[in-house]
Each structure stands twice: as C-alpha cells, then as structure tokens.
C-alpha cells in the first residue's frame, strides 16, 4: 500500500472543528478580572499606599478625652478635714474630666517619614504597573503556550500516523520478500517511539491549559490559531541603544527602584532627626471634683469647677544608650543596599532590552529558516518515498525523512509563536507595553 504524504497527515490533524474559538482577547480581560497575582499586587498597592496617610496623621491635631475616677480609703480618707475636724471613716472618690487637643509644632522626624511613605507608595504604585505589564506578556505566554503544545500533538500524531504506514508496509514488504526484516524492526523501532512522543505531547498540552487557566481563572476551550502570513517587521527604531535609553526612563521596575532609593533617602533624615528637638502645642479643659462617703459623722462634698490649660512642650533628646546612632547608621546602610539593587535592576533591564531586541531580529530570521526548511523537508520526503518505490532509497532513509520534516515543522510552530512573543517581551523591558500591543497580537489570529 503507498504511503500517503506527511504534509497532508499534518494538514488534516490541524484542521480543528467549526466553531467560534476564545481569542488571546478572551484571554485577557478573564485574566485582567481574575489573575491572583495582579490582585495581590494592587492589594498591596492599596495597603502601602495607607501609610501616607497615617504618616500624615502624626502631623495633624490629635483631640482626646480622658475620664478617670479614683478612690482612697483608710488613712487616705481620714486625713481629710472638714472645718478643722479629722472625718474618720469612709473613703474619698474623686473624678476628672477633661478633652486635649494637641498638635506637632516642629518635628523634622515625622516630617521625613511622611516623605518617606509618599516615596514607597510611589514606589508600589510603579510596582503595580510593572505587575500589569508582566500580565500582558504571561496571557500572551501562556496562550502561545496552548497553541504551541497543540501543534506539538498535531504533528507529534502525524508522526505516528506516518511512521505506522511505514511500519505496515514494510510488513508487507516483508511477507513478500521484497525487502528485509531488518526494514520492519527498523521501521516498528520509529512507530513505538512515535507514539510516545504522542503521550508526551498530550501531557504537555494538558499543563499548557491549566497554566492558561492558572492566569484566566476560566477552563480553556478551543482557541485561536495565528495566521500563517507574519509581519516581519524589525523593532522601531532600528537602534538598540535606543531601546535602552528609553527603557532605563520608562521601565516601571527601574522608577520603582528610584522611588525606593528616595524613601530610604528620607529614612536616613529621619533617623537624624532623631536628634533635634522637637515642638508640641496642647490645650485642655476639664473640670474634676472630690467627695466623701460613708464618713463617721459630717458628710462632706465639693464641686469641682471647669479650667483651661494652654501649653508648649520643648522636647530635647539628649542620650538614647546610642539608640538613635544605631537607628542611622542602619538606614545608612539600607538605603546604600537600594541603591545598589537600582544599579542592579538598571543592568538587568539593560540586558533584557538588548537580548529581546537582539531576539525579534533573530526571530525573522529563524522563522524564515524554517519555514523554508519545512518546504525542502516536504519535497525530500517526497523524493525519498518515490525513491524507496523504485529501489533507490531504503526504508531507514524514509523514516528519517520523516522525522526531519516532522521536526521542521515543530521548529517552524515554535520560532513562529517566540516571534511574538518576543515583541511583546522587547516593549515589556523598555516599559512601553500597553493593551493596545495585546489588541494588535490578538488580530492576527484566526
């Protein structure tokens, strides 16, 4: 029986059924309203973005009430007279009332930490932007990822399919005797381990789904596939040094590390400020009143009356046990470890910018490669076949044509899918990614 070309095995385990498929679209907005990770990130946006305004609280006017009663018996209330004459027995009770209103005149401490609080909010809210960006590309990652393992398990199951043909020809070959069976053994070896790798593909797409799901929070149905015509198009400007400058201004995680470095900055002027006086205005009014019960003769009792007080308290530190040294000395050296991860963050986006940049131009290159292997794959594979028909080319070499055109393919799907990718991942590292990049992707599936 001749065996039927590869290249239509392969076409027809890619034709998927008819329907109307989720788009990398879908994708998004599922994952924008349920990604764990995003929501974490905007949480704790929210709660560093609190200690602004409880910074901000130390410096306002703080009012408080306070209400106390208080008893003394015995000797306590005893010694207490009433006209000259000791009243023996009972207990005294006396009660205060009083509302204080006080307010920070001078302190360069809180002053600082508030600036600090306003860098590190700043510094989250950059974090958080960073968190949005990484999602445009980890949607974008993991739905490439199902369409990928797709393509996988398509031509991993026209691999087997193709290898079984050879493998029952060369049976039939075999029963009579037109070729060895060394042509059969050969041949079962390529079909069994074919159907493994079937297996595998299956697995691989299975986790492929539930990585997507992992981000979308929804199960994953058919999806969209990417067109074969690609825009080749070289990044923008066409110098790499370029993308760096823009990414060393515009990459969130950079700005968020400079917000770090100016709140560790302010925490060190606090820390000094730890030695400065400071200024507290206050007033209260309240009245409080004492009284006798249970007194052994007379009763006695007096009414207290409403007062005023207004003052001003000058605080001067003069020795914490060297408390507050060590309180500098330490957010000296904090903020000296944020600068150094700035730098550190500064040559990390630096390379990533080169290396996608670099990527996206390899990338054309490679999918052209490939898919012009794929079309040489195909016509050896024909050329081999008729070939064995004749005489002129044994089975070995069909089974190896085989599987070089079958990895062709394979090389083809992935250099096509890490293109985009790659895009993505060039605008994430200069900071420039938006969903406007997530909607141009997503119209080139089909």
């Known amino acids: 029986m001749r065996l039927k070309l590869l290249t239509l095995a392969l076409a027809l385990s890619a034709i998927s059924l008819p329907g109307h498929g989720e788009d990398l679209m879908d994708a998004y907005r599922q994952a924008r309203a349920n990604d764990p990770v995003l929501s974490q990130a905007e949480a704790t946006r929210l709660s560093v973005g609190e200690n602004v305004n409880q910074a901000r609280a130390l410096l306002l006017p703080q009012l408080s009430g306070r209400a106390t009663l208080t008893q003394a018996s015995g000797a306590d209330a005893a010694s207490i007279t009433e006209g000259g004459a000791p009243l023996n027995g009972g207990h005294q009770r006396t009660r205060t009332e009083a509302l204080e209103l006080s307010q920070t005149v001078l302190d360069l401490s809180k002053i600082a930490d508030l600036h600090a609080a306003r860098s590190q909010a700043d510094a989250q809210d950059a974090q958080y932007q960073a968190a949005l ?37 060369a049976e039939q070959r075999f029963n009579v005797g037109l070729s060895a069976v060394t042509d059969v053994y050969q041949a079962k070896s390529y079909y069994e381990l074919a159907k493994a790798q079937t297996v595998a593909a299956q697995n691989a797409l299975n986790d492929a789904r539930e990585a ?31 993308w ?14 400079q917000y770090s470095v100016e709140a560790a900055s302010h925490t060190v002027n606090a820390a000094r400020a730890g030695h400065l006086p400071t ?29 005023t007080t207004v003052g001003l ?10 408390a507050t040294q060590s309180q500098v000395r330490k957010s000296i050296y904090e903020r000296d470890a944020a600068e150094d991860a700035l730098e550190a963050q500064r040559r990390q986006v630096t390379r990533d910018t080169l290396n996608f940049y670099r990527s996206v ?27 064995f028909d004749v005489g002129t080319q044994t089975m070995l070499n069909v089974l190896n044509a085989i599987q070089t055109l079958t990895q062709a393919e394979s090389s083809y799907s992935q250099s096509r899918h890490a293109l985009i990718l790659d895009q993505l991942q060039l605008k994430q590292a200069a900071g420039t990614i938006d969903v406007k990049d997530i909607e141009a992707v997503n119209a080139l599936l089909e």
């Open 313 to 322: 308290t000058l605080t001067v530190p003069l020795f914490s046990g060297g």
């Open 361 to 387: 131009i390899a990338g054309i290159s490679q999918v052209e490669a490939n898919k012009a292997s794929v079309e040489s794959g195909q016509k050896a594979l024909e050329a081999t076949r008729a070939g």
């Open 212 to 242: 997507l799901a992992q981000i979308t929070g929804k199960p994953v149905g058919e999806l969209k596939k990417l067109r074969d015509d690609l825009p080749m198009v070289p990044p923008k400007p066409a110098d790499p040094n370029a």
């Open 279 to 307: 200024i507290n205005a206050s007033v209260s009014r309240g009245t409080s009143s004492s009284w006798l019960e249970n007194v052994g003769g007379a009763f006695a009792d007096r009414n207290g009356r409403y007062g």
């Open 244 to 257: 760096v400058q823009e990414a060393l201004k515009t990459n969130p995680n950079v700005i968020a590390q």
């Open 133 to 169: 960006q990484e999602l445009f590309v980890r949607v974008t990652a993991a739905y490439f990822g199902v369409l990928t393992s797709q393509d996988e398990l398509a031509y991993a199951k026209a691999n087997e399919d193709a290898f079984r043909q050879s493998y029952e020809q």
